[in-house]
Each structure stands twice: as C-alpha cells, then as structure tokens.
C-alpha cells in the first residue's frame, strides 16, 4: 500500500511540473486534439474501404503453411503491452507526448497507404477478433486494414518510447512475437509486417524532431 502511495505521488510530482510549462500543455492538447480527429477519420475510412475494389496478390511465405488460430495470444500480447506502455508513460509525461504524436502519425500514415493500396485480404485468413470488444457485443472485424500493420508499429512505437535496456527487450521481443502471430494467422500479409517497424520509426523520429525544436524554460527530459 506504501508503495502504491509513493508511485501515485511520483505520477503526481511529474505530471505537475510537465503541466507547469506552457508549451508542453500547449502541446499536449494540440497532439490530442489532432489524434481525435485522425482516428476518427481513420475509422471511418477503414470502414468504407472494407467493400472498397482492391487487389490480391500472391505470398510465397503465407503460401507455404495454413493458417492457425492464435487471436487469444495475440490480444493477451497486445494488452500486456498496453498496459506495460501506459504504466510506464505515466511516469515519463514527455515520452507520452512523444508516443501520442508518434501514434497520430503512424494512424495518419496507415490512412494514406491503404488508400493507395487497397488490399484484399489474404485468401485463407483468419479474423483477428479482439475478444475484449467480442464480449461486450460491439465493433466490426476488419480484414482490409492491411498495409501497413498498426498491431506490429504500435508495439514497435512501445520499444522506441521505452526506457531501459530490460523495458525495451520485452517490447522488442512482443513485437517480434505479435509480427509472428498476425502472419501465422494469415492476418497480413508477409509486406504489411515487415514495412511497419519503418513507417513506426519514421513517426517517431518526426515526432522527436517537433519536440526537440521546442525550447522549454523549464525543460523535461525524453
């Protein structure tokens, strides 16, 4: 119980001082402001691209095994990551601001690539359901938010927004196993995987590059 005290009142400290400054509450609300607005966006998007004409293309690694059905594993990773991300962020309010405009980016980028890349899905997938969002009855599964994949660049946002060698391992290993797992389940495809480490760092080192030009008076480190 001490112990939960004292991480509540470290939160408490850093997040008073990151709010003390202008410009990093400036920037803040302008990054949530513009996630809103891009996530929203993307939703709708992805919704009308689900009957949207694409186009298919053949695998050689996906050909070379059937799918098998991993969508608990992969969500158990998924939300572990989560949570572990977030946990950790709290504590790190610049690192956060960092990881919600990497994130703005990355979903804006997806946006545009699935646009100009209309996919079809794999020809023998196997709907990747949240089982979170199954349980309570809502949401539809998407199987055309292919190129890139947001699961593998999130995760990967994870390891780059971390810190500390042990952190950033376990993040680096989920997002090999989560890459991994969207394949075996014939999720993506084989492109969709390994572009979405780049369109994440791409996100991120933008991200860094905006904050890095900002200079604070009272400055928090990243």
């Known amino acids: 119980m001490k112990l939960q005290l004292n991480k509540f009142l470290e939160i408490k400290s850093v997040w008073k001082l990151a709010l003390e400054n202008r410009s990093y509450r400036t920037r803040l609300a302008i990054t949530i402001f513009l996630l809103a607005i891009v996530l929203f966006f993307l939703a709708k998007f992805l919704a009308y691209n689900e009957d ?6 053949n695998d050689p690694f996906l050909s070379s095994f059937d799918p098998v059905d991993v969508t608990w594993f992969t969500f158990a990773l998924i939300y572990i990551g ?4 977030l946990g950790f962020l709290a504590f790190h309010p ?3 601001l960092v990881a919600l ?3 703005t980016l990355v979903a804006a980028l997806r946006l545009i690539t699935i646009y100009f890349l209309p996919l079809n899905a794999p020809i023998h997938i196997i709907p990747l359901e949240d089982p979170f969002i199954e349980f309570f009855g809502g949401g539809t599964t998407l199987l055309r938010d292919l190129f890139f994949s947001g699961h593998t660049s999130t995760m990967f946002l994870f390891f780059l927004t971390a810190k500390g060698k042990k952190l950033k391992t376990v ?3 989920c997002t090999i196993l989560i890459a991994f797992l969207v394949l075996i389940q014939h999720v993506h495809y084989t492109i969709d995987v390994l572009a979405a480490p780049f369109f994440a760092y791409t996100s991120y080192r933008i991200s860094r590059l905006i904050n890095k030009k900002k200079k604070e008076k009272n400055k928090i480190s990243i």
């Open 52 to 57: 949207r004409p694409g186009f298919s293309f």
């Open 101 to 103: 405009q990497s994130y």
């Open 171 to 173: 993040f680096l290993i």
């Open 82 to 85: 989560l949570i572990a991300a």
């Open 94 to 96: 610049a690192r956060l």
